[in-house]
């Protein structure tokens, strides 16, 4: 059952005084007639027994030995490996402890160990040992429960196995710069693996990152970064070649950021992937925006509007012309509140043009533009174009500069509806941003509707939720009343096996948006700070972030964490 060669677990025998020279020399004859381990090999000639073994490897490997019949086991763990991939190469996850899962193992080969990091993508892993028989006898024990994961361990067990096992075992691929950097099955299904994985974690983003000792790989699920593995320096070039192929990128040129897309079809769903490749001082870094079509919802009453706020919302898509501003920092969901507003607005008799950075999702019966810079066309030439086009609706992918937020307000002001998105922290200090980037506040006045402000917070697990106990000081110090404490549940995360053991699953939107009525016209003219707007607008009933997220908890949505880390006090 050894897993290491003759020069460490044999030497360390002989040297400890376990066995002796001449047994270790019969042994290895022993290893290269049958083809087996060193220490099956020592077992078999019965040098030495199971307990020995397994007591050399721990000291050796430094991993704490365990009885896997008698350790207590969590079962929602337990099932995030599928039973006969447990089976077949001896591994069992028994426990956790925050973002770490415990795992039994019985080879503690670096093979194995990445081959684990793969079944558990998205964890840090705590190893032990194993014996083998105490593991056979634990499988036994197990072997008449089923859980209906034949195809699923089929489809992990194929593409894993290939491509870690085998790559493990194969030649290296890192080469100089001037060569051409060979690209094997075993990378290939190693770059299908990851964009797999990503997808059934429902990641937005894959970040492929190039270090001095290594290669890391990293999610962003529900808007936050998780390292999913660690690869060996050696696949480096060959991994990132793969990559750049798929997207069309040059392959030769590794001095120079490049951007490309990937059309994939994956478990029956269309999938786009914008990337980006970027020179850093390890390498390239290459990151996969993932842009899945089926995962995009653009019903304006699900993304998380209170009533109050979508009713708002609403009046001002009615409006025949004007400017609706959507507020956040990048990542905040603007463009899906976009987007969602156009669908509303998307019919037979308007006609509607967009010019974006990148286009993420092309629709039916919306005419897309996407900006190059390069040879000029930049956000303010193409609003210019766009008056000559006849619209009745255009969306500005970004005001960046004081050209494309002057031609985007001539145009709210002269008979065109115009959605457009800002980089502002709340809806009242939209205004002062406008301000700021020179255009004059009579025009603000005239031709802004309604400013929207937004922030994405992760949703609770709906299987593993648990109600948590909070102080009435500390509820009221985050800004419910009095009446709302005496019935307030408040919810926590635990973590199963639903939302791999996060708590979390699914992002929701906190909404704040500000229609500008008469008295906030009046202080805008009259030059008024961002917080005299953000007063006189709660006065006449906007909902801020902060309350938006108070309700998304006291609805049992969100948690108490995740609203405190998006959102200001009051």
């Known amino acids: 059952m050894g897993v290491v060669g003759a020069t460490s677990l044999g030497q360390y025998l002989v040297k400890k005084g376990v066995i002796t020279e001449e047994q270790l020399l019969q042994a290895?004859?022993?290893?290269?007639?049958?083809?087996?381990k060193i220490g099956s090999a020592l077992m078999k000639l019965g040098y030495i027994d199971e307990n020995q073994l397994f007591n050399a490897l721990s000291e050796i490997y430094g991993y704490t030995l365990i009885n896997i019949l008698k350790i207590e086991k969590d079962p929602q763990v337990v099932k995030l490996i599928p039973?006969?991939?447990?089976?077949?190469?001896?591994?069992?996850?028994?426990?956790?402890?925050?973002?770490?899962?415990?795992?039994?193992?019985?080879?503690?080969s670096n093979t194995i160990i990445d081959y684990v990091k793969f079944l558990l993508t998205g964890f840090n892993l705590d190893i032990y040992l194993a014996k083998y028989s105490e593991m056979?006898?634990?499988?036994?024990?197990?072997?008449?429960?089923?859980?209906?994961?034949?195809?699923?361990?089929?489809?992990?067990?194929?593409?894993?196995?290939?491509a870690v096992i085998d790559m493990a075992a194969g030649e290296e691929v890192?080469?100089?710069?001037?060569?051409?950097?060979?690209?094997?099955?075993?990378?290939?299904k190693l770059a299908n693996k990851i964009i797999y994985d990503a997808i059934k974690m429902r990641a937005s983003d894959i970040h492929i990152e190039p270090y001095e000792k290594g290669v890391a790989v990293r999610y962003r699920i529900d808007g936050?970064?998780?390292?999913?593995?660690?690869?060996p320096l050696q696949i480096k070039s060959a991994l990132t070649t793969r990559f750049k192929i798929m997207s069309h990128l040059d392959i030769s040129e590794r001095r120079l950021p490049q951007d490309g897309r990937i059309k994939a079809k994956i478990a029956d769903k269309e999938v786009d992937f914008r990337v980006s490749s970027l020179p850093i001082i390890h390498g390239e870094k290459v990151v996969l925006r993932i842009l899945e079509r089926g995962s995009l919802q653009l019903d304006l009453t699900k993304l998380g509007f209170e009533e109050i706020s979508l009713h708002f919302f609403f009046e001002a898509l009615e409006k025949p012309y004007g400017m609706i501003l959507v507020t956040g920092p990048t990542g905040s969901g603007k463009t899906t509140t976009l987007y969602s507003a156009l669908m509303r607005l998307n019919k037979p008799d308007v006609n509607i043009l967009t010019v974006e950075d990148p286009v993420e999702y092309s629709f039916q019966g919306i005419n897309q533009l996407q900006v190059k810079e390069e040879i000029g066309l930049t956000f303010a030439s193409a609003l210019r174009s766009f008056?000559?086009?006849?619209?009745?609706?255009?969306?500005?992918?970004?005001?960046?500069?004081?050209?494309?937020?002057e031609i985007a307000v001539k145009a709210a002001l002269t008979g065109h509806l115009v959605l457009?998105?800002?980089?502002?922290?709340?809806?009242?200090?939209?205004?002062?941003?406008?301000?700021?980037?020179?255009?004059?506040?009579?025009?603000?006045?005239?031709?802004?509707?309604?400013?929207?402000a937004q922030r994405l917070v992760?949703?609770?697990?709906?299987?593993?939720?648990?109600?948590?106990?909070?102080?009435?000081?500390?509820?009221l110090k985050l800004g419910f009343t009095e009446s709302e404490v005496e019935t307030l549940k408040v919810y926590g995360p635990t973590g199963c096996t639903e939302c791999n053991l996060t708590g979390y699953k699914g992002r929701i939107a906190l909404y704040e948006v500000m229609p500008i009525t008469d008295e906030i016209k009046e202080l805008i003219l009259t030059g008024a700070t961002a917080l005299d707007i953000k007063k006189e607008a709660v006065k006449q009933g906007m909902l801020t972030l902060r309350r938006s997220g108070l309700y998304k908890i006291m609805q049992g949505i969100t948690s108490i964490k995740e609203v405190l880390r998006t959102t200001f006090e009051d």
């Open 174 to 188: 890192e080469t100089k710069e001037e060569e051409v950097v060979r690209v094997d099955a075993p990378i290939i």
């Open 420 to 452: 457009s998105t800002l980089h502002t922290n709340d809806a009242p200090s939209t205004i002062t941003r406008l301000v700021n980037m020179g255009i004059e506040p009579f025009l603000i006045s005239s031709s802004v509707l309604l400013v929207v």
């Open 28 to 36: 290895v004859k022993v290893q290269k007639v049958e083809g087996i």
């Open 83 to 108: 039973k006969e991939i447990m089976k077949k190469y001896r591994v069992v996850p028994f426990g956790r402890e925050g973002n770490t899962i415990k795992v039994a193992i019985c080879d503690p």
């Open 136 to 162: 056979l006898q634990y499988f036994n024990e197990t072997e008449k429960k089923t859980d209906g994961d034949e195809k699923t361990i089929e489809q992990v067990d194929e593409l894993i196995e290939s």
């Open 387 to 405: 008056l000559r086009q006849d619209p009745d609706i255009i969306m500005v992918g970004e005001i960046r500069d004081f050209e494309t937020a």
């Open 458 to 475: 992760r949703k609770l697990c709906t299987h593993c939720k648990k109600e948590e106990t909070v102080s009435k000081e500390t509820l």
């Open 224 to 231: 936050v970064l998780q390292n999913v593995l660690n690869l």
